[in-house]
């Protein structure tokens, strides 16, 4: 019995793939969870459609990303921070602030994208990655100074 994936299934597919399954899986377990649908003509030229606009949209968000990453470039971003006498912050530097100050640059990075290796409690430089795509990541340098 050959079936169209609604949704992704552990051990048979993926969302969107065209499977092979045994008529008695097909039909009593798959389709009456709305998690397959009979992959008949209609079906498969209706899922080539929508495969064709979703990879038209990843690449137009994948384009996006790239300028994004270009526009930052080189930039090196600085964060002021209160300090004690030994150069230790009060608190932690966070994505939020890391997406504020890139905000400040021009660009509009989500702080969920914004990936920080180690805590920043001390001043100085730091590099930390922006995710901005699942092909395109970034590094950006940031600088914490005394406020």
Same mark, same amino acid.
């Given at each position: 019995m050959e079936l169209i994936l609604k949704e992704d299934v552990k051990g048979v597919g993926y969302k969107n793939d065209i499977i092979n399954v045994k008529p008695g899986f097909g039909r009593n377990f798959l389709i009456p969870r709305k998690l397959a649908e009979? *992959?008949?003509?209609?079906? $498969?030229?209706?899922? &080539? &459609?929508?495969?064709? %606009?979703? %990879?038209?949209? %990843? &690449?137009?968000i994948k384009k996006d990303a790239v300028e994004i990453a *270009? $526009?930052?470039?080189?930039?090196?971003?600085?964060?002021?921070?209160? *300090?004690?006498?030994?150069?230790?912050?009060?608190?932690?530097?966070?994505?939020i602030q890391i997406a504020?100050?890139? $905000?400040?640059?021009? +660009?509009? +990075?989500?702080? $969920?994208? +914004?990936h920080i290796a180690q805590d920043i409690k001390e001043l100085g430089q730091y590099t930390v990655e922006l995710d901005l795509h699942k092909e395109v990541q970034?590094? +950006?340098t940031i600088n914490i100074v005394a406020d």
């Open positions: 009979l *992959a008949t003509p209609g079906t $498969k030229k209706s899922r &080539e &459609e929508l495969l064709k %606009q979703v %990879q038209h949209k %990843q &690449e137009k *270009a $526009k930052i470039g080189d930039s090196i971003l600085e964060i002021r921070a209160k *300090a004690g006498e030994t150069g230790k912050i009060f608190g932690s530097i966070t994505a504020d100050s890139l $905000k400040k640059l021009g +660009v509009d +990075v989500d702080r $969920k994208k +914004v970034h590094k +950006v």
